[in-house]
């Protein structure tokens, strides 16, 4: 399959540009999807070393090395591929369209198939489990912290009574029929967030930020950059928190008004406010409407 007929990449053009100066040593592709942006930065000159953990993507571009592993290892597969220092890193965080649109992988309330919901189909948890062996408080919880779902606890309820579901379509149905009437007609459709948080709890897609992040910017060079585009709150809030940790040295908890830690600045903010996709771009790949890219740079070791 075409690579940009998988996924098209968003955001393209300011990838490429935001890259363009760091200087030499690998740029990490952590998330590579369709191959779309990995494909443009080779193209541009750096070598890429690109990361996915979902073994159904397309081959890579030359001058691209694919590891089939979750970005979460990154740490430990760069040491194996004996890579220190990088130029940069990019998370181009979620799912892809290919994944979305294919009915069996289970991520989709539109078409319908199994619950799986899985990135790599080998790992042990599917969403089907979830949904059909956790207590109810269990599943409330998954939902509520994952996604701004204001009625985790009603979706939960109604998934235990519906048990066994089987099946995507089901389960959305289930999900629309447990939120009041008026505010289904509001945000999009109603199982949009129940199915994100699954998502992101069968994927540990938290988890693996905060481990993938930290190997990056724990490899970043001086003048190398770090980028995420984040398709949530969540991911985003956690991203510039740590971001900000970075430009700042403040390791203090955000609830102290006053820091008390030792401030020593290692990078700066290249990004003050989250970059999105302009208008055109949304109305070509709707799918962009929601991103939203922060960038940092490496100012001292
Ligand atoms: C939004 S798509 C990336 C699209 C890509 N930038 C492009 O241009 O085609 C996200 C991809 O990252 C992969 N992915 C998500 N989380 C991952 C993780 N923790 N480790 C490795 N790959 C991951 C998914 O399998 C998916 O293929």
Known sequence: MEPDRYH????????????????????????????????????????????????????????????????????????????????????DLGVSSHQLDTAERGFSYRNNGPIDMRMDRSGALTAAEIVNEWSGADIADVIHRYSDERFARRIAEAIVRSRPIVDTATLADVVRDAIPAATRRTGGHPARRTFQALRIAVNDELGELERGLEAALDRLVVGGRCAVISYHSMEDRYTKRRFVEEATGCTCPPEQPVCTCERVATAKLVTRKPIRPGSDEVADNPRARSALLRVLERIAA
């Open 8 to 91: 098209q990449p968003v955001l393209a053009d300011r990838i490429v540009e935001l890259f363009a100066p760091v200087p030499g040593g690998p740029v990490i592709d952590a998330t590579f999807g369709g191959g779309g942006h990995s494909r443009l930065l080779a193209a541009a000159g750096h070598e890429v070393i690109a990361f996915d953990r979902d073994p159904d993507v397309p081959q890579p571009a030359e001058g691209v090395t694919l590891v089939g592993r979750p970005f979460g290892e990154m740490a430990a597969a760069l040491d194996e591929l004996g890579v220190g220092e990088i130029g940069g890193a990019f998370f």
